[in-house]
């Protein structure tokens, strides 16, 4: 199996030696999103929580160069989830490439409206939740509802990453608020189940019915190498290069 640092390098080598599509580059006009990337770089503050640090860089131009050698116009930038809440460096790619790029941070529950307004003027158009590790919030406690509402005031999406055993707790209190939900990893759906995952079934069947609720479908699934990931298609996805 390909790490993250494998697939970063064999892109990058494939976009600079030019084996990525080329005509299609040279022929066809940008167009699309890919909805779920990384950047970082070695020396940025890590959060003390974390279950990954990168020993490689992964800037954005190194992602531009990867776009551009697919044909694809813009890009999501998320934040990573070992950058804890210092979203600063995402922050300085979507002021440098507004045109290229839109943004999901990683904020506290009890952040400011005046904050979130701040990032929403960046480009930011979401937050992300990485719950691996984690217990499940409590969605209907303080600082989680008067927060779920500020997210949904500015038509933003609420990006989860957690494993599709859990989905059935998370999900009925954040599309009960109106908010835009996202399941990151096709919801994770444990890999021995696959499609087969009651969780991940219960996230299909909602996705049938609400309109507010997007599979995002990236590397490190639970639907890795199985001959059904067609059944997942209930709804568009949304697809991502890379995810940690």
């Known amino acids: 199996m390909l790490s993250r640092r494998d697939v970063h390098r064999l892109l990058g080598a494939a976009a600079m030696i030019g084996l990525s599509r080329p005509a299609l580059a040279q022929t066809k006009v940008p167009e699309g999103v890919d909805s779920h990337a990384h950047i970082f770089r070695r020396g940025l503050p890590l959060a003390d929580a974390r279950r990954y640090a990168p020993d490689y860089d992964a800037t954005p131009e190194d992602y531009i160069r990867v776009l551009d050698s697919h044909g694809i116009a813009h890009g999501v930038l998320v934040q990573p989830s070992f950058l804890g809440t210092d979203n600063s460096y995402i922050e300085a790619a979507l002021t440098r490439y507004p045109s290229r790029f839109r943004g999901i941070a990683v904020v506290?529950?009890?952040?400011?409206?005046?904050?979130l307004g701040r990032l929403d003027g960046l480009g930011v158009v979401?937050?992300?939740l990485n719950l691996i590790g984690a217990p499940d919030p409590q969605f209907d406690v303080e600082p989680w509802p008067e927060f779920i509402r500020q997210v949904a005031k500015l038509n933003w999406q609420i990006e989860i990453q957690a494993e599709a055993r859990r989905w059935p707790s998370l999900l009925p209190a954040l599309?009960?608020?109106?908010v835009n939900v996202v399941a990151d990893h096709f919801g994770r759906p444990d890999p021995k189940l696959g499609v087969a995952d009651p969780g991940f079934r219960y996230l299909l069947e909602a996705g049938r019915t609400r309109k507010r609720l997007r599979l995002l479908a990236q590397g490190g699934g639970g639907l890795r190498g199985c001959p059904h990931r067609a059944d997942a298609g209930s709804r568009p996805a949304r697809l991502g290069l890379d995810a940690e």
């Open 175 to 178: 599309l009960k608020s109106g």
């Open 108 to 115: 506290r529950p009890d952040v400011s409206a005046a904050e």
């Open 126 to 128: 979401g937050v992300r």
